[in-house]
């Protein structure tokens, strides 16, 4: 049976070779990244989206280069084999659910469900390491626990606040200072009619989308910022449809957000709703779509 369960190459040259995966497959997410915003194309938070799609790739090399059969846990496997299939579900179920807190679009819904039913294959693989395991008095009471921590668990991730992180680093951005990481690659938008005056302009990294910001004061001496970017800013849950013209608008933490047109790809946030409607109305006139 041992010849059956028996990798293709030494354990240790599957681990090298996954981790070689691993390590290509990060460079070639930081790579494109750094040319496009593809986390942001995507819509998950970068760091967690590079581990679970790095873990993936080392899972997924590590199945292809081991053994068919040895994929599949049973009694007449090795001890150490089993163990191997183990930390092989473990490892899938840690990628998904890394996935799924990098999603703050509605496919992270899908990849936390994938990581539930990953757990539950983990349970069935342990159940091979010693299935003549006796159960327990305590076993029953740790099991509702976990069932309950698992419940409050799910509702507590699907009912978290999940801004997308350009439209997070806008809000934290309008409560700091004005400078910008880089002289503007941009002319600022004539806004002049609105009763703004620029105060700051720079181009920024806005949670991981390039953007430029122009920094204004209104005549009431409040700020208005205005962002444009090569692509639309994406849309946060909580956000509703508007008109005229047509974008989204997001009022939360005292501030209102607004966007213009379809490939206008600009972003208002101020103290107002009244002002951004009317700096986006000033602003889609300058970028028709």
Do not use: C
């Amino acid at each position: 049976m041992a010849e059956h369960v028996r990798a293709r190459l030494p354990t240790s040259a599957i681990v090298a070779t996954a981790i070689a995966a691993a390590a290509v497959a990060l460079l070639g997410l930081v790579v494109v990244s750094a040319r496009y915003p593809l986390p942001i194309i995507i819509g998950a938070r970068r760091v967690p989206l590079f581990a679970g799609l790095t873990l993936w790739a080392a899972l997924g090399t590590a199945a292809v280069a081991s053994d068919p059969p040895s994929r599949h846990p049973s009694l007449g496997m090795p001890l150490r084999q089993r163990y191997l299939v183990l930390v092989w579900w473990i490892g899938v179920s840690a990628a998904l659910a890394s996935l799924s807190y990098a999603a703050w679009k509605a496919w992270g819904v899908v990849a936390m469900f994938a990581t539930l039913i990953a757990l539950v294959k983990v349970l069935q693989v342990a159940g091979f390491i010693k299935p003549d395991r006796s159960v327990r008095v305590w076993h029953p009471f740790a099991a509702i626990m976990a069932l309950f921590l698992a419940v409050a668990g799910l509702f507590a991730f699907l009912g978290r606040t999940n801004l997308p992180p350009p439209i997070q680093a806008a809000m934290v951005e309008y409560q700091d200072g004005r400078d910008g990481q880089a002289p503007a690659s941009r002319p600022a938008p004539e806004v002049s009619a609105t009763g703004l005056t620029l105060r700051a302009s720079g181009d920024v990294d806005l949670g991981g989308l390039p953007a430029t910001l122009f920094s204004y004061d209104d005549r009431e001496g409040s700020r208005v910022d205005v962002y444009e970017a090569d692509i639309g800013f994406p849309a946060p849950q909580g956000s509703v449809g508007v008109y005229d013209p047509p974008g989204w608008l997001l009022e939360s933490n005292r501030l209102s957000l607004r966007t213009g047109p379809k490939g206008s790809n600009f972003l208002v946030v101020s103290w107002s709703t009244q002002v951004v409607d009317g700096i986006a109305t000033a602003l889609a006139a300058q970028f028709p779509p």
